[in-house]
């Protein structure tokens, strides 16, 4: 069965410091990975995904399938990045996904 | 309203209650979703459906029952649910592809909090 881990619940740093959030994921296949981001009083939204190597907002994610790992960097944090970051994984055919739990991500002035 | 709409905001139901959360979505999508997020756990999938058909029930209790009457409205109908139940019930669509996979997003409404008493 596939499984996401986020090792973080919180995350805190100033702005201008780089960040790294952490994602791990367990599946047996060829995965697609995704980061989405919930803002205060926003909805859950798309934040990036592997296949697309894109850079949103200044944030970048590289798949590594050697250490199974996804984080999410950013290489100096603005205030407006504090959000909740969710990791996710589609596992083969279908568009079903599975989360991790979350990391909250504070930007301190 | 565009996008994905829940309703209602907040609900709060007793144990003998019989309520149903409504999902309504404006993006011309054809896949639907019921996602749970508890406080204390990772956003669960409960129910997937692909063209009005449900192809995912991610092994939750019958006390959930979902309706999808069309493409564009899914309904979360609930009854005897039990306090474990409380946590927020989040709906999403996207626009499904056929065959393998691909790489649809998921639009996301804002998210029923369920309490029940």
């Known amino acids: 069965a596939q499984r996401v881990t986020q090792p973080e619940k919180l995350l805190s740093v100033f702005k201008g410091a780089p960040v790294e959030l952490k994602c791990n994921y367990s599946?047996?296949?060829?995965?697609?990975l995704f980061w989405y981001v919930q803002y205060s009083r926003q909805r859950l939204q798309l934040l990036l995904r592997?296949?697309s190597r894109e850079s949103i907002k200044g944030f970048t994610a590289d798949l590594n399938k050697g250490e199974t790992s996804f984080h999410l960097k950013k290489p100096f944090a603005q205030e407006e990045d504090s959000a909740m970051y969710y990791c996710?994984?589609?596992?083969?055919?279908?568009?079903?996904?599975?989360f991790g739990g979350g990391t909250r991500l504070m930007v301190k002035p | 309203e565009t996008g994905v709409t829940q309703t209602p905001r907040h609900l709060v139901m007793g144990m003998t209650n019989k309520k149903s959360l409504k999902c309504e979505q404006h993006?011309?999508?054809?896949?639907m979703y019921w996602y749970k997020q508890s406080a204390k756990k990772p956003l669960e999938l409960m129910f997937v459906?692909?063209?009005?058909?449900?192809?995912e029930n991610n092994s939750v209790p019958s006390r959930f029952s979902p309706e999808c009457p069309n493409s564009s409205h899914l309904f979360l109908h609930l009854h005897t649910l039990q306090p474990e139940d409380s946590a927020l019930y989040l709906c999403?669509?996207?626009?499904?592809?056929?065959?393998?996979?691909?790489?649809?997003?998921?639009?996301f409404g804002s998210g029923t909090q369920l309490s029940v008493l």
């Open positions: 592997h296949i």
């Open positions: 459906y692909n063209f009005k058909e449900q192809t």
């Open positions: 996710a994984l589609r596992s083969g055919a279908g568009n079903m996904l599975t």
């Open positions: 999403a669509s996207s626009q499904a592809g056929t065959g393998s996979a691909t790489n649809e997003k998921l639009f």
């Open positions: 599946y047996s296949g060829s995965p697609e």
């Open positions: 993006l011309g999508h054809n896949a």
